[in-house]
């Protein structure tokens, strides 16, 4: 690998100049990331690769909330604790952007059609409704939903303004079908099922969907994250002790031990920052175009003949996803250790 303009002492940078890189980046698409960070670590992983992505702007991260009493983090503002978390991964990076990071809303739509006011619902108009960009706006979703809903309940129009790329909801019935003793209610839509319903709905956003048996594809082994990550400096054994206490944990309740991890939150990277050079899309994963369904109370899917159409992804291109994180990561920590 090329030599790396050796680092500053503190190793401080920001998102529009990358110093590793040694030279500037044009990026083709802004992404709004969305996702419960007090959760499951996977959404660091995606946070950390995403950031490493010169190809995309990152205009907010958004801190959202877990479903009451999830065994990730049961407090009674995993919000909070969200923005916690992103502050300490941007501090660890040395990313001075922290003006990026905005709070959601600590609780689930409070009913049918009522927004859950937040910072990051004024945040995410603002965003969408701007007059001054010309690049595809994304919103990069890894949790529930209920931000981006309470932003469409507010303002109705951003809906053309952005593609939703969502890490989840269940599998559809002609496709895949559900893991043994699958969850009643996919995870990520139990955080805020009404919220699902809003941004499903008639008049929600274009979606580009990775469903829970895809996002289960993004498996990797405990001894390639020990090689290729938790070896790769300070952030890489970070985020490798990250999901080990998950492991631990597991073993600690008799679910485990794994061999394996599903880091299902990076899709939102490869869907977005690593489409292709000539007629721009992510040409290497496939899904099955489809009008969008509703989503019931109980989570389930209902058809709607002539709907606007969605992607519902039923592969993903994991080597070259993986891949692209850990020489990235390898690259970052290489100039935050001044190895250049």
């Given at each position: 690998?090329?030599?790396l303009?050796?680092?500053?002492?503190?190793?401080?940078?920001?998102l529009?100049?990358?110093p590793?890189l040694?030279?500037?980046?044009?990026?083709?698409?802004r992404?709004?990331?969305?996702?419960?960070?007090?959760?499951?670590p996977?959404?660091?992983?995606?946070?950390?690769?995403?950031?490493?992505?010169?190809?995309?702007?990152i205009r907010?991260?958004?801190?959202s909330?877990?479903?009451?009493?999830?065994?990730?983090?049961?407090?009674?503002?995993?919000?909070?604790n969200?923005?916690a978390v992103?502050?300490?991964?941007?501090?660890?990076?040395g990313?001075?952007?922290?003006?990026?990071?905005v709070?959601?809303?600590?609780?689930?739509?409070?009913?049918?059609?009522?927004?859950?006011?937040?910072?990051?619902?004024?945040?995410?108009?603002?965003e969408a409704m701007?007059?001054?960009?010309?690049?595809p706006?994304?919103?990069?979703a890894?949790?529930?939903?209920?931000?981006l809903?309470?932003?469409?309940?507010?303002?109705?129009r951003?809906?053309t303004?952005?593609?939703?790329?969502?890490?989840?909801g269940?599998?559809?019935?002609?496709l895949?079908f559900?893991?043994p003793?699958?969850?009643p209610?996919e995870?990520?839509?139990?955080i805020?099922?009404?919220?699902?319903?809003v941004?499903?709905?008639p008049?929600?956003?274009?979606?580009?969907?990775?469903?829970r048996?895809?996002?289960?594809?993004?498996?990797?082994?405990?001894v390639?994250?020990?090689?290729?990550?938790?070896?790769?400096g300070?952030?890489?054994?970070?985020?490798?002790?990250?999901?080990?206490?998950?492991?631990d944990?597991?073993?600690s309740?008799?679910r485990g031990?794994?061999e394996?991890y599903?880091?299902?939150?990076?899709?939102?990277?490869?869907?977005t920052?690593?489409?292709?050079?000539?007629?721009?899309d992510p040409s290497?994963?496939?899904y099955?175009?489809?009008?969008?369904?509703e989503?019931?109370?109980?989570?389930?899917y209902?058809?709607v003949?002539?709907?606007?159409?969605?992607?519902?992804?039923?592969?993903?291109?994991?080597?070259?996803?993986?891949e692209d994180f850990?020489?990235?990561?390898r690259?970052?920590?290489?100039?935050?250790?001044?190895q250049?």
């Open positions: 690998m090329d030599s303009p050796p680092a500053p002492s503190d190793a401080r940078w920001t529009d100049a990358p590793w040694g030279r500037t980046s044009t990026p083709r698409a992404v709004i990331i969305d996702n419960d960070f007090s959760g499951d996977d959404d660091l992983y995606q946070l950390v690769h995403h950031l490493l992505s010169p190809s995309v702007e907010l991260v958004v801190a909330h877990l479903a009451p009493n999830d065994p990730f983090d049961d407090a009674p503002d995993t919000a909070a969200a923005e992103v502050r300490g991964v941007f501090s660890r990076m990313l001075e952007s922290t003006g990026i990071i709070r959601g809303a600590s609780a689930a739509l409070p009913g049918p059609g009522r927004p859950a006011d937040s910072v990051a619902a004024r945040a995410i108009i603002a701007r007059e001054d960009a010309d690049t706006l994304y919103y990069a890894g949790g529930g939903l209920t931000d809903a309470t932003a469409l309940l507010l303002e109705p951003i809906a303004r952005l593609t939703l790329i969502w890490i989840g269940p599998e559809h019935a002609d895949a559900p893991p003793a699958a969850m209610i995870y990520n839509l139990l805020d099922v009404e919220a699902g319903r941004v499903m709905g008049l929600g956003p274009t979606i580009w969907q990775v469903p048996d895809v996002y289960r594809q993004c498996l990797v082994s405990d390639e994250l020990r090689a290729r990550v938790r070896a790769t300070a952030l890489g054994a970070y985020l490798y002790d990250e999901v080990q206490l998950v492991h944990r597991a073993i309740e008799r031990p794994a394996t599903a880091l299902g939150d990076s899709p939102l990277v490869l869907l920052a690593l489409q292709s050079l000539f007629e721009a290497s994963s496939r099955s175009l489809r009008p969008t369904p989503l019931t109370a109980e989570g389930a209902r058809p003949a002539g709907a606007r159409p969605m992607r519902v992804y039923t592969r993903v291109d994991v080597r070259l996803m993986f850990y020489l990235k990561l690259e970052f920590s290489r100039w935050q250790e001044g250049g």
